[in-house]
């Protein structure tokens, strides 16, 4: 004897499969559209790494602290960037926009 949720999952397959309408929402909308999805990520992600190549990035570091040289440690061993030190004691000193695939390290205080 079935229990009462094996009745309902039952009563609700066979309701599926008498009416085509259900039956085209629960099965072929899915298997067009989780593709259609699948390819707009993937177009999507390769943009992104993309225009990453391209990124510049500063690093403005005034304390020499810890965190900024961890930051550009990893960014002269674990990225595709140049890296450079300039020396400036405030933002207006360092150059406003890095060209190409360079990232700038900005050391104020070493």
Partial sequence: MRSGL???M???IKEMLR???ILLGMVLMPLLF???MG???GISQTAVEESLKSASIAVLDFDG???AQS???FLRFNSNMTLFGINASSVGEAPRKPS???CHAVAGHT
């Fill in 100 to 102: 190409g695939n360079q």
């Fill in 34 to 36: 989780f593709p259609i």
């Fill in 19 to 21: 009416d085509p309408k």
């Fill in 6 to 8: 094996g009745n309902l």
């Fill in 71 to 73: 930051l550009i440690h």
């Fill in 10 to 12: 039952m009563k609700e």
């Fill in 65 to 67: 602290g810890l965190a």
């Fill in 39 to 41: 390819s707009a990520i």
